[in-house]
Each structure stands twice: as C-alpha cells, then as structure tokens.
C-alpha cells in the first residue's frame, strides 16, 4: 500500500470513529454481549468463551480502525517531509 493510500485510508478510518451512528451500534453489541455472558450459567463454559470473543472481536474493530487512523497520520507526516524535502533539494540547485 503506498504511502497516499495509508493516509486515505487513515482519513477514512477517522471518519468512521467519529460517526455517532457507528460509536453507539459498537456501544450497543459490547454492552449486549457484556449482558449475555453475564446471565450465560456458569456451568456453559463454551457459551461463555463464546460470549468473551465476540467482545473481543468488537474491541479488536475499534483497536484496528485506531491503528489505521495512526498508520495514516505517520503516512501524511512522511509525504509532507517528503514534498518539503524535495522543495529544499530544488531550492538549493537553483542556489548552486
């Protein structure tokens, strides 16, 4: 992936984090199946583990969104080193 596809993607991500719409759909799973694996009985140790990956998996959606959104940011900060760093290098050719 290049480096302009990162910070898109990155953008993107960003977008979908502050979409109330999204936030409060993850809210809604985490804290259903938070209450599930609370009421599951103790004894259905499969429903359970059940219950805990899918909890995980929700946190493990926002976890990689986050690590997109960083990925993109360091992506953005590279180009701009870069176009800055060419504009120098163009500057001090013309200077010499």
């Keep these: 992936m290049t480096p302009d596809e990162q910070a898109t993607?990155?953008?993107?991500?960003q977008t979908l984090l502050?979409?109330?719409?999204l936030?409060?759909?993850l809210d809604a799973i985490e804290a259903a199946v938070i209450q599930q694996w609370e009421?599951?009985?103790?004894?259905?140790k499969?429903?359970?583990e059940a219950f805990w990956q899918l909890y995980k998996t929700s946190?493990?959606?926002?976890a990689l969104l986050l690590g997109y959104?960083?990925?993109?940011?360091l992506a953005s900060e590279n180009i701009k080193r870069h176009k800055e760093h060419g504009r120098l290098r163009s500057l001090l050719s013309r200077v010499a």
């Design 23 to 25: 936030a409060e759909a």
């Design 18 to 21: 502050e979409n109330p719409v």
């Design 39 to 44: 009421t599951c009985p103790a004894m259905d």
């Design 9 to 13: 993607r990155g953008e993107r991500a």
């Design 59 to 62: 946190k493990r959606f926002r």
């Design 46 to 48: 499969e429903g359970k």
């Design 69 to 73: 959104v960083q990925t993109g940011k």
